[in-house]
C-alpha cells in the first residue's frame, strides 16, 4: 500500500512536467507569459455555474499545535504555507522528509508571509509535548512560524487528501503507518499550488524556487484589493 501511495504525487508531478515541456516547446512562435503557479486539487463539490471548474480549497479544520493552542484556517489568513504528514516513531521516510523541509523552512523563516504544518498521523503516541520536543529537537522554536499539530485521525486523514497526499494506518508495515513524502503548497485562498516529493532534493529546490512565484501573485492580488 506505501507504495501505491507514493505513486500518485510521482505520477502528477510527471503530467506537470510534460505540461510544462510542451509549453516551453511553443514559446518561439508564443509571447512568453509571466511565471504562475497553477491551481491543483479536486472538484470535491457540486459546481455552482458551468464556469465553477477550479479545484475546490482545503476544507475548514481545527487542529492543536504543539504549544497546545487550538489552530485553524484563519491562523494562515493572508500566509502562504507548507503542509506535510508525519509521525514522531516514523522508521522511514519522516527523518530525510523533515530534514528537507527544514532547508525550505530555513530558506525562509525571516519571511512572516511563509508559515508551515506539519501533522501528525499518530494522534495515539503524538501529543502535545511529544510533538514540542519533536520541534525543538529540529531547532524550531517559534511555533507561530512552524505548526507541529494533532487531531482525531478521520480529520488528519482527510486533510492529507484534500493536501493531494496519502495517509492511513497500516500494521504491516514499519511504525504501523502508510504515508507519502508530499509537500503542499498552499496559497492564502487555501488552494493548492504545487507538490513536491520531501523525499526528492531536486523537488524541493523546486518548491523554493516556486514560493517566490507565488509570493509575487500574493502581493499583486493584495496591491489590486487596495486600489
Known sequence: MLSSLFRVPTLFLGLLLTAGLGLFGCSETTPPQEERLSILGLKRTTPTSPSDTLPDPIPSFTLTNQE???????????????????????????????????????AYQDNPDVLFLSHTIDPAHDSIPVLRDYAERLGIKDASR????????DTIFNLARAYMTGAEVDKTVAGGFAHSGTFALVDSKRRVRGVYDGMEKSQVDLLIHDLPILLKEEAESKQTAAK
Open 146 to 153: 512552524w505548526h507541529f499539530a494533532t487531531a482525531p485521525h
Open 68 to 106: 497546545g493552542k487550538t489552530i485553524n484556517n484563519q491562523t494562515f489568513a493572508g500566509k502562504v504555507y507548507v503542509t506535510d504528514f508525519f509521525f514522531a516513531t516514523c522508521p522511514s521516510i519522516c527523518p530525510k522528509m523533515q530534514s528537507e523541509l527544514l532547508r525550505v523552512y530555513e
